[in-house]
């Protein structure tokens, strides 16, 4: 079976850090490029951040900018999400995608998902 799951998340003060994983599993991450999502309270999912297979990142949401990145892993086919400096407008639950060859910033570029980690951010 193939499957993403991310772990990492939690209840973060603002100014925090937190590092999600997603691991995967019945496949190698090696030839796929892995994006981060992330769905806030009533708004609509939105692209974060990709990580192409080669360990490259394109950006997508100029908010966290200098603030986030990702690394893999494929030894240990996963990969990481590091989230510094974060804030309250940070909140929401966080997906990993992956998606053969090319990082995309659109959600229906992806093959597989995980099923998300909450990220709150609050004092």
């Known amino acids: 079976q193939l499957q993403l799951v991310e772990s990492g998340g939690g209840l973060v003060q603002p100014g925090g850090s937190l590092r999600l994983s997603c691991a995967a599993s019945g496949f190698s991450l090696d030839y796929y490029a892995i994006g981060w999502f992330r769905q806030a309270p009533g708004k609509e999912r939105e692209g974060v951040l990709c990580?192409?297979?080669?360990?490259?990142?394109?950006n997508y949401a100029d908010s966290v900018k200098g603030r986030f990145t990702a690394s893999r892993d494929n030894a240990k086919n996963t990969v990481y999400l590091q989230m510094n400096s974060l804030k309250p407008e940070d909140t929401a639950v966080y997906y990993c995608?992956?998606?053969?060859?090319?990082?995309?910033?659109?959600?229906?570029?992806?093959?597989?998902w995980g099923q998300g980690t909450q990220v709150t951010v609050s004092s």
């Open positions: 995608a992956a998606r053969q060859r090319f990082c995309s910033g659109y959600e229906s570029a992806y093959h597989y």
């Open positions: 990580i192409s297979r080669g360990g490259g990142s394109t």
